[in-house]
């Protein structure tokens, strides 16, 4: 059992700048395959980013990459969200997850999910 603890989300103006972590505990962190989900109002939770066990590899979504950066901290058993330039359609619940295997990309891939924390980007 892994529990995940997002933090970090508010209220940004465009173009501004946030970072957000997500705390794991419960079995050993570096095991998994860490992911970044988002889900906007009436819309469908949408890959954001992903990083592999080791933190060698990273993967984004085309419409953040470039602007977010994913990384993670195994020692201290997190992983971050960096995002810059933030835009107005970049508002949603910011979820992190985590995965034993199977497509990054996927929603289906990862098994536990964080509560969510909610990122507002105003215009």
């Known amino acids: 059992q892994v529990q995940l603890v997002e933090s970090g989300g508010g209220l940004v103006q465009a173009g501004g700048s946030l970072r957000l972590s997500c705390a794991a505990s419960g079995r050993t962190f570096s095991t998994y395959v860490m992911g970044w989900f988002r889900q906007a109002p009436g819309k469908e939770r949408e890959f954001v980013a992903a990083?592999?066990?080791?933190?060698?590899?990273?993967y984004y979504a085309d419409s953040v990459k470039g602007r977010f950066t994913i990384s993670r901290d195994n020692a201290k058993n997190t992983v971050y969200l960096g995002m810059n330039s933030l835009k107005p359609e970049d508002t949603a619940i910011y979820y992190c997850?985590?995965?034993?295997?199977?497509?990054?990309?996927?929603?289906?891939?990862?098994?536990?999910w964080g509560q969510g924390t909610q990122v507002t980007v105003s215009s």
């Open positions: 990083i592999n066990r080791s933190g060698g590899s990273t």
């Open positions: 997850a985590a995965s034993g295997g199977g497509n990054y990309y996927y929603k289906e891939s990862y098994r536990y």
